[in-house]
């Protein structure tokens, strides 16, 4: 009987595809599930890697504070008399251009100068060094000259690397040193490369690096740094519950978080993530496994991640009930490279490989209408500033379907609204937080717009959605989605001062969002290639509880209201959505 029921659901999934009176056919339904799961997936892969990426900015672009300068007392023996000075030599100025040189002693060629426009000199070759970043560079007068002969020389020791040394320079310690800090022995020392190693280590929730610089006794010009990690905990365990899934297969969710630092002794980070659909109900369910390492190396971050998702559905139509199951395995490898900083602000380079399968699955009957292999490559360029005050970053992601990894190949015969898996697709990310002080009210302001355009029909994996907790609040599983579109997102929240030894970080938001994307074969407004817009809103709280031995409990309560969407997407109702998380170790 079980094998009649599924060859009967296979023919209908096989022989009429075409909906009749707008009712779906298993196979859709089964489709329509797997394409919303996977946009979930990539939705909660990119709002994990966008909160590790926050979370970073927070501990990055650190200003180092700059070692004092200490003038050095000119040797030529005091006097008010001054010297003709027709040339000047600099000796020892590897990383000066000539044009950069000429610019500094342009001022003084053919002057008399005294002792004072001597010592300005020098103090100016000093600011050079300093304000280019080589911040060791110290000039001075070579001696044993004869200034009274119009020749005036001066000796620049640019500062040389001697040692970095960690702590308790064990072997742990020397090897984040050899990742964090590559090749910068006997080199001159150079301050951005100096920050970006602090970067590498600070990135760790669980390091606080801080330096200093000792020169090194009897070697004029050389220096020694000194690293000072004060460490916490580099395991962090947490249990959380939400209701962040969807309705066809769960909204309620327990969550195991598993956060290590320094496994490797790399500077390395270990995130592993596992979700899983709580509830009695065995005919729907879903729950995934993730996992994502990175290793620093210099100016280089390396980044493997893995996610594999299942799902399982039971759905009725008109005639019989029938069970929907997929899977779904995305593997990525990330490398990124900071490409230029300063002081304020970096700009980082990244290219990424990614490898996706999906399986659909009715009645336990592979789908081949819903299961496929995607290879997408990326490549990414960021851009974080810090100014006046607030923080913003800008990303720009171009992205493309291969032909390669055993990837599904596009046919050339098939229409323009069959989603390709040879695809080009370009996106853009950015994001603003602004501080403000009203008395003594702390106020934030949190932006984000999203968005991407596409020429190629795209799977779901690969589009855009809102409708949802990380896009347009106000609304539940995305009921919108489509090759293009955009999106944006915007908080005020305010942090009252009410604090106690175990109560910390209350907060109150309020948020105003709107989404649009453009849709094919719309079976939202039934009108063909159209587009789609949403606007909803949400008020939200949270707080973090300390709690004894180094544990946290936070929470956090969302509610939305949908307040302008097509007919057919109901945004009469409102929407909770609650996380509660528990940091126990």
């Not at 970073?56 to 023996?77: A, D, F, G, K, Y």
């Not at 950069?100 to 008399?112: I, T, V």
């Not at 304000?131 to 040389?160: C, H």
């Not at 290879?375 to 851009?383: E, I, N, P």
């Amino acid at each position: 009987m079980h094998i009649v029921r599924i060859t009967i659901l296979v023919m209908i999934a096989t022989t009429f595809f075409l909906p009749v009176a707008n009712a779906a056919t298993p196979a859709e339904i089964s489709f329509q599930q797997n394409e919303q799961q996977l946009r979930e997936q990539q939705r909660l892969l990119k709002s994990r890697e966008r909160d590790r990426l926050l979370k970073e900015l927070e501990r990055s672009l650190n200003s180092i504070e700059m070692p004092e300068i200490i003038q050095q007392p000119v040797v030529v023996p005091s006097s008010d008399v001054c010297f003709e000075i027709n040339k000047i030599i600099f000796y020892g100025t590897d990383n000066m251009l000539e044009d950069e040189a000429r610019a500094l002693k342009q001022p003084w060629l053919g002057k008399c100068m005294s002792l004072v426009d001597i010592d300005l000199l020098r103090s100016s070759i000093d600011k050079f060094y300093i304000e280019a970043g080589w911040i060791m560079a110290r000039a001075y007068l070579q001696p044993d000259q004869n200034i009274k002969n119009g020749t005036l020389v001066f000796k620049i020791l640019e500062g040389t690397l001697e040692d970095i040394k960690l702590n308790f320079n064990e072997i742990k310690e020397r090897l984040q040193i050899a990742m964090a800090f590559p090749s910068m022995i006997d080199e001159t020392i150079f301050i951005r490369d100096v920050e970006q190693g602090l970067d590498q280590m600070n990135r760790l929730r669980s390091n606080r690096a801080s330096m200093t610089m000792e020169p090194v006794k009897n070697k004029p010009g050389r220096t020694n740094i000194l690293i000072n990690n004060v460490i916490s905990n580099p395991y962090r365990l947490s249990l959380g519950y939400d209701n962040l899934g969807s309705k066809t297969t769960g909204d309620k969710r327990g969550v195991l978080t598993i956060d290590t630092d320094n496994l490797l002794s790399l500077n390395d980070n270990l995130y592993i993530n596992i979700t899983e659909s709580l509830g009695s109900e065995v005919e729907r369910s879903s729950n995934s496994y993730s996992m994502n390492l990175s290793i620093p190396y210099g100016y280089w971050l390396y980044t493997l991640s893995s996610n594999h998702s299942r799902y399982k559905s039971t759905n009725v139509n008109d005639t019989t009930a029938f069970v929907t199951k997929g899977e779904s395995d995305t593997n990525t490898f990330r490398a990124s490279r900071v490409v230029h900083r300063n002081k304020n602000s970096k700009t980082t380079a990244g290219f990424a490989l990614n490898l996706k399968e999906t399986e659909t699955f009715l009645e336990d009957v592979l789908l081949e209408t819903g299961s496929r292999k995607l290879t997408v490559t990326d490549l990414r360029l960021l851009h974080i500033a810090r100014q006046a005050g607030h923080v913003w970053t800008a990303q720009l992601t171009y992205s493309r379907g291969l032909d390669a990894f055993d990837a599904l190949l596009d046919d050339p015969l098939t229409g323009d609204n069959i989603p390709k898996a040879q695809f080009e697709k370009l996106s853009w990310n950015l994001t603003l937080s602004k501080p403000f002080n009203l008395g003594e009210n702390y106020l934030s302001y949190q932006g984000f717009f999203s968005g991407q355009i596409s020429r190629d029909a795209l799977f779901g994996s690969e589009q855009i959605a809102i409708g949802d907790l990380y896009s347009v609040r106000g609304f539940r599983d995305s009921p919108a989605s489509g090759d293009s579109g955009n999106y944006i997102k915007n908080d005020i929240s305010w942090s009252p001062q009410f604090k106690t030894p175990y109560l910390k970080a209350l907060s109150f938001s309020l948020g105003l969002d709107a989404g649009y994307v453009r849709v094919r074969n719309n079976n939202i407004n039934n009108t063909g290639n159209s587009s789609v817009t949403l606007v909803g809103m949400a008020i939200g709280a949270q707080q973090l509880i300390r709690l004894p031995h180094d544990q946290h409990l936070s929470w956090r309560l969302d509610v939305g209201k949908g307040l302008s969407a097509p007919e057919s997407i109901n945004k009469s109702g409102v929407i909770a959505i609650f996380n509660l998380n528990w940091k126990f170790w």
